[in-house]
């Protein structure tokens, strides 16, 4: 049961970390297209996008 604890212990402190850059790159598949396209990139709208991305709400 140690051996286990062992292997899985160091695997736990990396969670936050891939959490994180999950999120980032969700924000990045909202935000650069809204940009290149000349939409205002710090607009509520944009926040919304996210929000329907991430399953928070259903549309905008």
């Given at each position: 049961?140690?051996?286990?604890?062992?292997?899985?212990?160091?695997?736990?402190?990396?969670?936050?970390?891939?959490?994180?850059?999950?999120?980032?790159?969700?924000?990045?598949?909202?935000?650069?297209?809204?940009?290149v396209?000349?939409?205002?990139?710090?607009?509520?709208?944009?926040?919304?996008?996210?929000?329907?991305?991430?399953?928070?709400?259903?549309?905008?």
């Amino acid at each position: 049961m140690t051996e286990g604890a062992f292997a899985g212990g160091p695997v736990l402190l990396l969670v936050p970390f891939t959490l994180c850059t999950a999120l980032l790159g969700q924000d990045r598949t909202v935000l650069k297209p809204a940009a290149v396209s000349g939409r205002d990139a710090a607009s509520e709208d944009r926040a919304a996008d996210v929000l329907v991305l991430q399953g928070v709400r259903r549309h905008r």
